[in-house]
């Protein structure tokens, strides 16, 4: 069907892989064109994550052949597929905290001198390369513990780069870039489209794919439902594939009317660890009802002023006010009292305990309600556990398994269910969507919807421009630390964010950066 | 039990939920294993006499790890607790003996319940010590209570020269006689430290199962942050897991020092090792986060078992040691295996609900 105007660097046939109990491959064919942007779309547990593994050699066929240059090749492990040339840059991060960025980059590949002594000049300087060709000023020396999460993906992609790999595959790429580092990423792919690398683009931001795709490839349940070259493809054409006949569209607004002031920030300073402000004089309110969304690059501040209003920052000045009311506790336990609730950036790190139950996660946060004196009333507790999971549509099996068991939107969910058991004023969103599949997406935003209407604050962090403008009633802008921008849903248009965003920004966006890089 | 259980098994996931069940229960499993191979091979093994002696020992160590129980979930580890029970009988000793020397040429003599009341504080205290070392100036669990087991029992030592307090029979005009009902005494046939180990255990399981408190103490092992994000006052939590550890201590403190009627500062020296083993024999994982109350107990009672039928056989103690490393190690593979298991069933349930 593919007019063969780029070579076929790798071809799966008829690959079938089977888990204890789940078929996540089912007899799916795919090839890999050099050259050329590949797209893999899919619903999250549509089987693109398995299918990337096996690429990579991270797991192997059930059944079915991989084939590098017309001959039948087997990966029994990572290092053997990248023998053929091929890299991967993973969707979790798998970055070593306590090393510098030069070595993880070159983690397992060290540049030695005799095979013994590492040779740390040479890896500082081409990963000092690679952030240029990267456009980003992280210094090869920074510990990548430091990073915020949008600069640690920027090293994870130099990881990646540095195999010169003939075939890359990148597993949501953008998750955490802001769109003036998606600009970046997207150069950096065009380049190497120049050099005949064959590149496989997993992503979840549909109108980014239809961007820079060549080919597209849409799995669904283990299965392919729609390949073809890119010409002619749409938003709706994706969807329709990915998701079947019953389409979903995200946020539908439902118009109702804002109530009294449930939040408001006064002059909120948070001083950076390098001088100067990390969060620089923020005030802003929010009404009843009221979603507000506050976009910004990596780095602008917005998730430590999130920290600041929980309590996180205990050298952060300025006044809070919940409902009229000065907020003065200093502890999280007292601001989750008051009414306020964060659904933190990084679930796994910061949202969920893996290993606990479902139910256990959910309830962590609000203990209280179903307590007299000391004593825990387990009944109640699964009552109110299962009312929240049937009110958010979550899908479980049990609430006693591990929320680890879980897909990525269910775990989404079971943090937003935590938030809500609260009972809270103002809900605080950091990248709700981050890491989650459209049709789990679409109900998040559902759910953002209705709990406005039921009369709750919403405050919301997003890197995504079409999120922030299709979600938000208001639109706050915040760039270095400080708002740049106020613009009301009817107003707001994509240029004049773009550009509020980067206000005190260099054109090279070498100011961004070191800001970055300084934060704690 | 076991049989009920293996009727439930949906069809499709074959024999795995009765695996599971079966390692879930591998601690019970292995103690009744002990158990039945001691009745054979060891003479006198079934007798009441010996029940009663093995079950003291069983539950000096039970003691011990329940405290250890609660601070690894929390992704610590305690091991001054053994120097905490030395300094612990040392102090007991002391008040039964000496009193305390107001300076005025005067000794405040106290009675029974005072003595063990701040025997108990002591044990507490220390505690505390280990809680604001880790909690406020964030010194690792591990050189902190090393730390605090030197000091401990450095200070047992300090307090008689090294000598041990003989004869703590105590003094009726003071009201402190009695002492040796603590590790003597036994009330419907069963010893008061046993008692005692029943009490602690349902106190401790309650607080674990069915208060807040407890949870946080999960939530804490199982990821810091989130607990924290969530509200949990971690610092409080870690602080109450290692004054209830010290509290522990406290108590095995009096109960030896009861039962020899004498406190020597060389006392509980190791005894925090084995309460290390027998949290994780009952299934504690040491990088926090699970662990059960009643699968410690457990534990402990393999070990305790385990040593003494292998005395009564006549085993050499050096064989002793080397066994006794070998079920610890076992026991721990087997947890993998469960973990693994585990795992992946609920996986299915969760693959089977079409993701």
């Known amino acids: 069907m593919n007019a063969p105007r780029h070579e076929t660097g790798l071809s799966v046939r008829g690959a079938t892989k089977v888990y204890p109990g789940t078929l996540a491959l089912d007899a799916v064919d795919f090839d890999v064109h050099l050259g050329a942007v590949n797209v893999l779309v899919g619903e999250n547990g549509a089987g693109k994550s398995t299918l990337m593994k096996v690429i990579a050699g991270v797991e192997q066929l059930t059944s079915g052949e991989i084939l590098v240059d017309g001959t039948s090749v087997t990966f029994a492990d990572t290092r053997a597929a990248a023998r053929h040339g091929i890299g991967i840059v993973f969707q979790e991060l798998n970055l070593f905290p306590n090393m510098t960025v030069a070595e993880n980059i070159f983690i397992a590949r060290e540049k030695t001198r005799g095979r013994v002594d590492i040779d740390a000049d040479t890896q500082r300087k081409a990963a000092a390369e690679l952030m240029q060709r990267l456009e980003h000023d992280i210094s090869p020396d920074a510990l990548v513990g430091e990073l915020r999460i949008g600069e640690q993906q920027i090293v994870e992609i130099a990881k990646a780069l540095a195999q010169d790999a003939r075939i890359l595959i990148m597993d949501e790429p953008t998750s955490a870039l802001s769109a003036a580092e998606v600009e970046i990423l997207f150069r950096v792919i065009a380049d190497l489209k120049t050099r005949g690398v064959g590149i496989v683009y997993i992503s979840h931001r549909l109108e980014e794919l239809i961007r820079i795709g060549d080919y597209i490839t849409v799995l669904r349940d283990g299965r392919i439902t729609g390949s073809r070259g890119m010409g002619g493809v749409d938003v709706s054409w994706i969807v329709r594939n990915m998701i079947g006949e019953a ?35 923020v005030s802003l309110s929010l009404r009843a009802g009221e979603i507000v ?29 919940v409902d009229g009311e000065v907020l003065d506790e200093p502890d999280v336990a007292g ?34 309600t179903f307590t007299s004196g000391f004593h825990l009333s387990l009944r109640r507790e699964r009552d109110c556990v299962l009312s929240f999971v049937r009110d958010l549509a979550i899908k479980i099996a049990s609430p006693e398994n591990p929320v680890s068991s879980l897909s990525g939107g269910n775990q989404q969910k079971v943090v937003i269910g935590k938030a809500l058991m609260t009972q809270p004023k103002v809900l605080l969103m950091d990248e709700p969507s981050r890491g989650i599949d459209v049709g789990a997406k679409a109900e998040v935003f559902r759910t953002m919807r209705r709990l406005a209407a039921e009369g709750l604050g919403i405050l919301f962090v997003t890197s995504d421009l079409e999120e922030v403008m299709s979600l938000s009633d208001r639109i706050i802008v915040m760039s270095n630390g400080r708002i740049t921008g106020e613009f009301d849903q009817a107003d707001a248009s994509e240029e004049a964010i773009v550009a509020a965003s980067a206000v005190g920004h260099a054109p090279t966006s070498h100011d961004e950066i070191d800001k970055g890089e300084n934060r704690t | 039990m076991t049989s009920n259980a293996a009727a439930v098994p949906t069809p499709g996931q074959g024999g795995q939920p009765l695996l599971l069940l079966l390692l879930k229960l591998r601690t019970f499993i292995a103690l009744i294993a002990v158990f039945a191979f001691f009745a054979f091979a060891a003479p006198n093994f079934l007798s009441t006499a010996n029940f009663v002696i093995m079950s003291k020992h069983v539950a000096l160590n039970a003691f011990l790890a329940i405290g250890m129980t609660f601070v690894i979930i929390t992704g610590g580890i305690d091991l001054s607790v053994g120097s905490i029970v030395g300094l612990c009988g040392m102090v007991a000793g002391w008040l039964i003996l000496n ?28 505690g505390a010590i280990n809680g604001v070392l880790i909690t406020r100036l964030n010194v690792a669990p591990f050189i902190a209570t090393l730390g605090t087991l030197y000091i401990a029992r450095g200070l047992a030592l300090l307090s008689s020269d090294g000598a041990t307090f003989p004869n703590l029979s105590g003094n009726p005009e003071y009201g402190s006689n009695g ?3 603590l590790g003597a005494g036994s009330f419907l046939g069963i010893p008061i430290s046993i008692w005692i180990l ?31 994000l969530s509200g949990v006052k971690v610092k409080r939590v870690k602080l109450f897991v290692y004054m209830f550890s010290g509290f522990c201590a406290a108590i095995v403190g009096l109960v030896i020092s009861s039962q020899l009627v004498a406190a020597h500062p060389a006392t509980g020296e190791t005894f925090e090792l084995n309460a290390i083993a027998a949290a994780v024999l009952g299934g504690t994982s040491m990088s926090g986060g699970r662990g059960r109350i009643g699968g410690t107990i457990v534990g402990a009672f393999v070990i305790g078992i385990l040593s003494d039928g292998l005395v009564m056989m006549g085993v050499s103690s050096f064989w002793q040691t080397v066994i006794k490393g070998l079920v610890i190690i076992a026991a721990v593979v087997v947890d993998q295996a469960q973990q693994r298991l585990q795992a992946r069933v609920a996986l299915q349930q969760q693959a089977a609900l079409g993701r």
């Open chain 1, 293 to 321: 969304g506050i976009y910004g690059l990596m780095g602008a501040g917005r998730s430590e002023f999130f920290e600041c209003i929980m309590a996180q920052h205990p050298h952060a000045t300025g006044t809070f006010h």
């Open chain 1, 335 to 368: 601001r989750i009292d008051r009414g306020l609730a964060l659904i933190p950036e990084d679930r796994k790190a910061e949202g969920l305990v893996q290993i606990m139950a479902i139910r256990e996660n959910m309830s962590l946060s609000s203990l209280k």
């Open chain 2, 99 to 126: 009193g305390v020397d107001l300076g005025i040429g005067y000794s405040l003599y106290f009675n029974l319940f005072e003595i063990i009341l701040i025997t108990l504080l002591v044990g507490i205290l220390f």
């Open chain 2, 198 to 228: 029943i009490a602690v255990g349902l106190g401790a399981a309650y607080i674990a199962n069915r208060t807040p408190l407890g949870r946080h103490i999960y939530a804490v092992g199982g990821n810091e942050r989130a607990a924290a």
């Open chain 2, 179 to 181: 002492f040796y009902l």
């Open chain 1, 247 to 281: 389409s979903k569209d995200f946020a539908k607004v439902e118009a109702h009317d804002f109530g009294r002031e449930m939040f408001r920030a006064e002059d909120i300073c948070l001083p950076a660890k390098s001088g100067g402000l990390a969060v620089d004089h």
